[in-house]
């Protein structure tokens, strides 16, 4: 195999992937490389569905102000390469089952939803406690609280989608290698060279989407993060209340605790986790694994006890998951501060994999051309709100 290539790809999850994709559809040498076979359950990306959503809820003071955030034109544009990408495979990567955002009545977060919906015309619809309820009977939301329903939102194969761009990237030229631990990056002036157990490497640029593993790989960006274990469960349920064709999947803010859902997907089940709190984890340490906490399942549990028709008995499975989260919890998508043939991409746990269509073709645009898109400014590693935590140089 030839040794040399215009691009490495360094963690070949979601963004990875499709970084991998746009770059072979251009004709450029690509080589993907990722310590497991993706997509794989060793990160962010597994899981089977993941939600996309439009309006952020931000409640920002003049409709100028909401129309400068970065995430909504951004998942708009990777909804547009989600549908794209659909077209060009058998199986169906995009359920619009919409997305239904659920909070007290008064929520501050709710009303920036609101906005940001009519800044940039994103068709909603606002729904009571008791329209809740008589739509879908399977949620139970509670007197004062309201519902804002996004119509063009959804479900995400997340795990078919990675297999998609993995597939077309390998048919337009690019290589995967899998199983391969990267072991050293060393950056020149004029190009990487990239070490493995196996081989060395060469490219002219690489990009590093390693996630909780970054800060590793690029240790002179000065990149740190928090790394948060994360649980979700799976539960069967009927298919009659929560397929994916009559439910859709929900955000439910109970103020003090956040909880999301999907819905299942041909009878894999209903997917329920909670979106906020979780526990620090040294990223070098295997990861505890679902019931290794009270918590992992007790929250879920009170929560679909109080909001929903599954008893938890009906678990098929939990699971774990890794958020690396940067300090102000916006994502890293710049050139390294010192080398810019050398792209990160990083903090994306959490909301990411819905952007990772549309970062995937923006990293691969700034290894083709050497700049970067101005929206993509926010995300730079220079920003103030890193300089507790990420140190320059």
């Known amino acids: 195999m030839n040794q040399h290539f215009e691009v490495i790809v360094i963690g070949a999850g979601s963004v990875g992937m499709a970084a991998g994709y746009y770059l072979s559809e251009q004709g450029v040498s690509t080589l993907l490389i990722d310590s497991y076979d993706p997509p794989h359950e060793n990160g962010s990306h597994h899981g089977n569905t993941r939600i996309i959503r439009h309006a952020y809820g931000d409640c920002k003071s003049t409709m100028e ?38 909070a007290r009545a008064d929520s501050s977060r709710l009303a920036g939803v609101i906005q940001t919906a009519n800044a940039f015309d994103i068709p909603i619809e606002v729904l009571t406690a008791d329209e809740i309820n008589h739509r879908w009977p399977g949620l139970q939301v509670p007197e004062g609280y309201i519902g804002v329903l996004e119509l063009r939102s959804g479900t995400l194969m997340c795990d078919d989608i990675i297999r998609a761009y993995r597939d077309l990237a390998i048919t337009q030229g690019a290589v995967l290698q899998g199983n391969t631990p990267v072991r050293d990056i060393q950056i020149h002036s004029d190009g990487v060279t990239v070490t493995t157990d196996e081989a060395t490497y060469t490219a002219d640029k690489v990009i590093v ?11 002179d960006a000065g990149i740190r993060f928090q790394h948060i274990r994360k649980t979700v469960a799976l539960f069967a349920a009927d298919e009659a209340l929560y397929d994916v064709h009559h439910f859709p999947a929900f955000f439910f803010d109970l103020g003090a605790e956040q909880y999301y859902s999907l819905p ?3 009878g894999m089940g209903l997917k329920v986790g909670r979106h906020d709190a979780g526990q620090e984890f040294d990223i070098t340490a295997p990861l505890p ?9 007790g ?19 939990g699971g774990t998951c890794q958020y690396t989260m940067t300090a102000d919890e916006d994502f890293i998508v710049d050139f390294h501060p010192e080398h810019r043939h050398v792209m990160v991409a990083a903090g994306l746990a959490g909301h990411g994999f819905k952007f990772a269509s549309v970062l995937g073709q923006k990293l691969g645009q700034m290894a083709v051309t050497g700049e970067r898109d101005e929206e993509l400014a926010i995300f730079s590693i220079g920003r103030p709100g890193l300089q507790d935590k990420v140190r320059l140089g």
């Open 65 to 102: 102000d909401v129309r400068k955030q970065p995430y909504i034109p951004l998942s708009l544009q990777a909804n547009k390469l989600y549908l794209q990408l659909d077209a060009r495979v058998e199986t169906q990567l995009f359920y619009p089952s919409g997305l239904l955002d659920i």
């Open 289 to 297: 694994p679902f019931g290794s906490y009270p918590e992992d399942m």
């Open 264 to 266: 299942s997907v041909n």
């Open 299 to 317: 929250e879920i549990g009170q929560f679909m006890a109080a909001h929903m028709r599954v008893p938890a008995s009906q678990l098929i499975k």
């Open 209 to 219: 989407c390693a996630g909780g593993w970054t800060e590793k790989l690029v240790r």
